[in-house]
Each structure stands twice: as structure tokens, then as C-alpha cells.
């Protein structure tokens, strides 16, 4: 894919219904290194099968459990991972890059925000110094004067004010939630149409997360970002996100509206992370709508066959073990991967944490 000719000049950005990025049946694994003995060389399964589409103006909630593939699935989008299979599409056109020019005018309009704001700053520079450089190596400013008026316009961008105070201060100078305010402002200045935040509240005081959200949403709505908001709280993915993916070790399982995700799960595996945040209205129906906690996440080196989640599933049925169900449409761009659902199946009754039962229908 070349993307010289999207480089020059960005369209004006609209929020309509053609997505920016498409994944389709996405698939990562990580070679181990060993000898080999007897048999084939194994490797880590990390993402099996991953499809999904960014939207302007729109953001998309990544949950699961930690181990889940969603921090790979990020690295895949940010081009930091090269998938093993699958096809990545940017503006209906596949992406196919290597190193060089290619990969820089790609990254020109994908950002990745890391989840540790202490890690992600260099310590030895400067604000200025990390705001510069994606401004001069994308051309943004070419010299003194256009850098600093940028700097202080994204720092403003990102509610860091006075920005003068702020221009010249070293990472250990800044509270955490400054310092993750700098690494958000460090991928605008690349003005970005696709912005991956890989869990950007979760290593910040809870009192400063939500500021981070209400940002992150300011600045999706504001300059029609498609956003990427990864995360293992189900609760922010509600609060956060239109649209909300659910993952298990590797595997997509559900998808849809937020608010039909949290409010209607169809999925075991997506009951099962309700019934995990915190919820008080669940003090006088602590024996309603919560599954039973069965292990842990599998290996993704010799993961369980079928359906991952089979060994934890209190409906699991023999074919969850033999093959992984097909996509099923629930109506209304709600959808999920499970037997409950396909093949003829009988509908699971939900009764949710308020108490209320709900039946999803089988198809």
C-alpha cells in the first residue's frame, strides 16, 4: 500500500458510516525459542481470527480479561506487530508496509497511546523535546517559532495550563496523569485519524481517570477521531465507548452497542465480567445474575480447543470442545460467537445485577 498520495493533504474528516480501519480475520503468534526435538515448534496463540471495524468520530472498547490479545491486537493496528495472517485495511485499501517511508506516512495517521505514562516518556528529555519531534519528522514545524506555538497549543489541547509552565519540565517533574496528558498530546501531534489508547487510565489514580476519559472523548468528538479504547473494565468500556468488542484468550466472542453489550451479555464469558464490576444495586441481589468463577485463562501455548472459554462455561456442551461457533447476529449490530445462540440452541435466561431477567433469543 503506498500512502504517498494521503500524505500531502488529510481530508476534512467525517463521521459517517464508511470505516477508516477495518481488521479482518486478524490472527497473531509468537514463535517460542527452543530447541526442537520432537514434534513442531510451538508457539504463543495470542490472537485467533480477530475482525472489526474504526469509525470517525466514533470510539470502539477492546475488553478482556489481561492475557486476552488486546494489547497485540493494538500492536498489530500501530504496525508494531506484523500479523502472522489476515488483513489489515486502512481507507478500503489493504495495508501491506515494511520499514521506511511506507511505515512513517502510515504512522502519520495511526497512534498508539501506551499504558504506562513512567515508561512511555523519556526521563532525560524535556516536554518540548517529546512534543518536537513528531512535529519535525512529520513536517509539521519547520522552525523554532512554529514548534513552540504548537507545542503550547497541544498542551492546552490536552488541559495542561499555563502550557508555559509545562513547556521546559522533565517526565519526574509531572504527576502521572500530566505525564500520560504528554504522551496523548505526543500522538496528536502527528494529527492522527486513528488514535489506539492501550488502557491509558489503568496505571492512574482513580481520583485523575476519569479527566483522562472525558479528554479522550473532548478530543474524538472534537477532531472525529477514530479511537480504539482498550481496557478490562466493562464499566468504562459502557461509559466510554459506542460500540464495545469482548475478548477471551484471543478470541472475539462479543460485540456490539455498549449498551446493549453491558445491559443484554449474551456471552458467558462477557456475563461472567458483569458480574466481576463492582455494582452496589448488587448488595440486595448478591445471589442474582453472578456466574460461578471456574479456573483461569487458558495457555495460549496449548490452548483448550473449540470455544476457549468451554472449560470455564457453566453451559458448555459437547461441541464447544470439537470446533469455535460461528458469528451470530442478534439484531441491531449486536452479535456473538456461541452455541447458545447457533445452531438451534436454546436461549440461557440473563437475570442481570438489578434483578431483572432478560432471555436472548436463539437463532
Not at 500501530?78 to 489476515?86: H, I, M, N, Q, V
Not at 513512567?118 to 528529555?125: G, K
Not at 494529527?191 to 476519559?213: F, G, K, T, Y
Request: glycine share 6%; hydrophobic share 35%; with cysteine.
Amino acid at each position: 500500500m503506498s500512502l504517498s498520495n494521503v500524505t500531502a493533504s488529510k481530508p476534512v474528516r467525517d463521521a459517517g458510516a464508511q470505516p477508516i480501519m477495518e481488521a479482518e480475520h486478524l490472527r497473531k503468534e509468537f514463535p517460542l525459542r527452543q530447541i526442537k526435538i520432537f514434534g513442531a515448534a510451538q508457539a504463543v496463540r495470542a490472537v485467533e481470527d480477530a475482525s472489526f471495524s474504526l469509525y470517525p468520530g466514533r470510539a470502539t472498547a477492546l475488553v478482556g480479561e489481561s492475557g486476552s490479545g488486546k494489547t497485540t491486537i493494538a500492536r498489530m493496528l500501530a504496525r508494531l506487530y506484523e500479523p502472522t495472517s489476515g488483513t489489515l485495511r486502512f481507507r478500503d485499501e489493504a495495508v501491506k508496509l515494511g520499514r521506511g517511508a511506507n511505515l512513517n506516512a502510515y504512522r502519520s495517521h495511526v497512534q498508539l497511546v501506551f499504558q504506562d505514562p513512567f515508561a512511555s516518556l523519556n526521563p532525560v528529555h524535556s516536554v518540548r523535546y517529546h512534543l518536537s519531534r513528531p512535529l519535525r519528522i512529520y513536517g509539521h514545524a519547520r522552525n523554532r517559532i512554529q514548534e513552540t506555538e504548537q507545542i503550547l497549543s497541544l498542551l492546552r489541547r490536552v488541559n495542561l495550563t499555563p502550557a508555559e509552565q509545562f513547556i521546559e519540565k522533565f517526565p519526574h517533574q509531572l504527576s502521572g496523569g500530566q505525564r500520560q496528558r504528554i504522551a496523548i498530546a505526543r500522538a496528536l501531534a502527528v494529527q492522527p485519524e486513528v488514535l489506539l489508547a492501550d488502557e491509558p487510565v489503568s496505571m492512574l489514580d482513580v481520583s485523575i481517570r476519569l479527566d483522562i476519559l472525558n479528554l479522550l472523548r473532548r478530543l474524538k468528538d472534537e477532531e472525529q477521531l477514530a479511537l480504539l479504547y482498550i481496557t478490562h473494565d466493562i464499566a468504562s468500556a459502557r461509559y466510554f465507548a459506542e460500540e464495545t468488542l469482548v475478548m477471551y484468550a484471543g478470541q472475539m466472542v462479543e460485540g456490539g452497542p455498549s449498551e446493549e453489550v453491558t445491559q443484554q451479555p449474551k456471552h458467558p464469558y462477557t456475563r461472567l465480567l458483569l458480574s466481576a464490576a463492582p455494582d452496589p444495586t448488587r448488595v440486595k441481589n448478591k445471589d442474582k445474575g453472578q456466574l460461578p468463577a471456574r479456573g483461569e485463562i487458558p495457555s495460549l501455548i496449548n490452548p483448550p480447543t473449540g470455544c476457549r472459554f468451554h472449560p470455564r462455561c457453566p453451559h458448555a456442551m459437547p461441541v464447544c470442545k470439537e470446533r469455535f461457533p460461528g458469528r451470530t447476529d442478534l439484531g441491531n449490530g449486536h452479535w456473538t460467537n456461541c452455541f447458545l445462540y447457533g445452531d438451534g440452541a436454546q436461549p440461557i435466561p440473563y437475570t442481570g445485577t438489578t434483578g431483572t431477567t432478560t432471555t436472548a433469543r436463539a437463532e
